[in-house]
């Protein structure tokens, strides 16, 4: 059974900065797209930033773009999420998700297994 567990999430102020970690027990880490995705309360999940298996290629959000940064270590099945300049809009849980079947994709349904979440939480 595949496992995603995210770590480094917490609070911080406005401006601050936060690497989010998401370890994965599967030996298809190396072969998946990972991905961001975050929710805050009362909206729908949201994408936030996604990389290929080999980390070729990532995007962003635009939201975030500039701001986060995604990128993996398949020697570690690791992949981490760089967060600066936070704002308290950034303000939601965090999950990291996988995806054998698709290269690139940002879409929620496209992912075949989650974390649990890490909350992030940005003061003003």
């Known amino acids: 059974q595949v496992q995603l567990v995210e770590s480094g999430g917490g609070l911080v102020q406005a401006g601050g900065s936060l690497r989010l970690s998401c370890a994965a027990s599967?030996?298809?880490?190396?072969?998946?797209?990972m991905a961001w995705f975050r929710q805050a309360p009362g909206k729908e999940r949201e994408f936030v930033a996604a990389?290929?298996?080999?980390?070729?290629?990532?995007g962003a959000a635009d939201s975030v773009k500039g701001r986060f940064s995604i990128s993996r270590d398949n020697a570690k099945d690791t992949v981490y999420l760089q967060m600066n300049s936070l704002k308290p809009e950034d303000t939601a849980v965090y999950y990291c998700?996988?995806?054998?079947?698709?290269?690139?994709?940002?879409?929620?349904?496209?992912?075949?297994?989650w974390g649990q979440g890490t909350q992030v939480t940005v003061s003003p």
């Open positions: 998700a996988g995806s054998t079947r698709f290269l690139f994709t940002k879409s929620e349904i496209d992912y075949d297994y």
């Open positions: 990389i290929t298996s080999t980390g070729a290629y990532a």
């Open positions: 599967t030996r298809t880490f190396s072969n998946s797209a």
